[in-house]
């Protein structure tokens, strides 16, 4: 099992930055993929970006850009930097634990993030 805690979700006004942190704890394998989706209301979730420990990485082209993921592995964490916020970035952020790149998945609870003036 694995246990990820989110945090830093909030309102921001538009073209405000946001940083959300989130950490994974439990049997945590040394290859693994960590990340963040969103879903906005009525919409389905969706991939913001994930990356590898081995360090690769995959961004949704909304925003490519404004978003930078990093995590660091010796503390299996993963950070989502986002800058230049559009109201239409307003969803719950979701963190992802996958074993591998493509084994089974974790989600945390969720923070929301709300960009509105």
């Known amino acids: 099992q694995v246990q990820l805690v989110e945090s830093g979700g909030g309102l921001v006004q538009p073209g405000g930055s946001l940083r959300l942190s989130c950490a994974a704890s439990?049997?945590?394998?040394?290859?693994?993929?960590m990340g963040w989706y969103r879903q906005a209301p009525g919409k389905e979730r969706e991939l913001v970006a994930i990356?590898?420990?081995?360090?690769?990485?995959n961004y949704a082209d909304s925003v490519k850009g404004r978003f930078t993921i990093s995590r660091d592995n010796a503390e299996n964490t993963v950070y989502l930097q986002m800058n230049s916020l559009k109201p239409e970035d307003t969803a719950v952020y979701f963190c992802?634990?996958?074993?591998?790149?493509?084994?089974?998945?974790?989600w945390g609870k969720g923070t929301l993030v709300t960009v509105s003036s």
């Open positions: 992802i634990y996958r074993v591998g790149s493509t084994g089974m998945a974790y």
């Open positions: 439990g049997s945590i394998f040394s290859h693994n993929t």
């Open positions: 990356k590898t420990t081995g360090g690769s990485t």
